[in-house]
């Protein structure tokens, strides 16, 4: 099973663009969204044109139009779907999307998510903090039952110093704030959850999932990586293959991120 995890900025733009082409070439079974800001109908139609027009989508929008929104869109038809973490707060922000898919292994979890960008030192930053616990909450559920489960998505953190270029700059920032980062530590800590493609590349620095529009910073690869796939131990260790879609030249990017993919063998 192939996940191709994307921010797309935006999934009208990304067809301008020539994203969901890109994408499509890529040969998912299973594409994972985040930043769509359209509605169901605009990301349907969008889909249509990038070549998914068929396949099953469980998308949920933010009730602020034009604001975040995450879908996961599977050759499959889904066994279960599930809009929102599972926390009342965050219901309505388009942030959490996760189905079960049949598989010859077994139900397989997969779900898409945007966390917030925050801001140190400020209410955006204890918001984004309560997702995070609540992202944590729903992998111990999912430990728990030994789940076969995977987090897919635009995390906004950089877990480690090989997580983004210009690291002792961004200290005290948010995306690499010490209480973020402990998050990520608790979750891997006892080996139930892996950062599939860290894992399968090995030790950085990079490679990066985003880098701004602005000056050089894409040229000079000056980057971080804060897209991931998340899975539980038993389906990391199915992981084949990771690998980031950097774009070859700045003009040739659809994206401010790079898609994300990982193939899990489940014959």
């Not at 210009?166 to 995306?175: A, E, L, P, R, Y």
């Not at 891997?188 to 950085?204: K, L, M, S």
């Not at 620095?205 to 880098?211: D, F, I, L, R, V």
Request: charged share 20%.
């Amino acid at each position: 099973m192939r996940v191709v995890s994307a921010n797309v900025n935006g999934i009208r733009a990304a067809v301008r663009r020539g994203g969901m082409g890109w994408l499509a070439a890529q040969r998912p079974d299973v594409l994972c969204l985040q930043e769509v800001r359209a509605t169901d109908d605009q990301l349907r139609e969008a889909l249509e044109l990038g070549g998914f027009g068929g396949w099953h989508v469980a998308h949920t929008e933010a009730q602020a139009k034009g604001r975040a929104g995450v879908a996961v869109v599977s050759r499959m038809a889904p066994t279960r779907v599930q809009v929102g973490v599972g926390h009342a707060e965050f219901d309505g922000a388009g942030r959490w999307v996760e189905v079960d898919l049949a598989t010859p292994v077994g139900p397989v979890t997969v779900a898409s998510t945007y966390v917030h960008t925050g801001q140190a030192g400020t209410p955006r930053q204890e918001l984004k903090l309560r997702f995070l616990d609540a992202i944590g909450a729903r992998l111990r559920d999912w430990t728990a039952s030994g789940a076969l489960a995977v987090v897919t998505g635009d995390l906004n953190v950089a877990h480690r110093e090989d997580d983004l270029r210009n690291w002792k700059g961004n200290v005290g920032k948010s995306g690499f704030l010490p209480q973020e980062r402990a998050r990520f530590d608790s979750w891997f800590a006892a080996g139930a959850w892996v950062d599939v493609h860290r894992a399968a590349h090995g030790p950085g620095p990079g490679p990066y999932t985003w880098w701004s529009w602005r000056g050089q910073a894409f040229d000079n690869d000056s980057g971080w990586r804060i897209d991931y796939q998340l899975a539980s131990r038993p389906l990391a260790d199915r992981a084949v293959t990771a690998t980031v879609g950097r774009a070859a030249a700045y003009d040739q990017r659809w994206s401010d991120h790079a898609a994300v993919t990982v193939d899990y063998d489940l014959g």
